[in-house]
């Protein structure tokens, strides 16, 4: 039976790999682990905080275009046309109706609009 060699594995790329870029970092990351990792990674975060605030501030701005507030005309007219409400009487109204007579009835869908069906 074979025992282990004693010679290290030195991979495909020969000797050439364990002077490369990553194995000097690999080196220096063990006696320098903030300056080479810590720094970066804080720095990336912080970047990416400043860089991501303006296109926050565009989605807020295209909501707000959306959803804006009624001015004070228009919100004197929303009020003109409604009815007084009394519970009792709608009540009454709905005790009234024939709820065991109904039909199911597909809602009209918009054009475009996925209709829902397999």
């Known amino acids: 039976m074979r025992t282990f060699q004693s010679r290290p594995f030195r991979g495909s790329g020969g000797g050439s790999a364990h002077n490369g870029i990553a194995a000097k970092y ?6 320098h682990p903030f300056l080479l990792f810590g720094l970066p990674f804080i720095t ?4 990416s905080s400043f860089l991501l605030t ?3 501030a565009l989605r807020f701005e295209k909501h707000d275009r959306k959803v804006r507030q009624l001015s004070q005309e228009e919100a004197i007219g929303l009020g003109k046309n409604r009815r007084k409400v009394d519970i009792n009487e709608e009540y009454y109204r709905l005790a009234a109706k024939d709820l065991d007579d109904w039909e199911q ?3 009209e869908r918009l054009p475009g609009e ?3 069906k397999l």
């Open 105 to 107: 009835k597909r809602v």
């Open 44 to 47: 990336i975060i912080v970047a």
């Open 26 to 31: 690999r080196a220096s990351l063990n006696r």
């Open 114 to 116: 996925p209709d829902g």
């Open 54 to 56: 303006p296109a926050t």
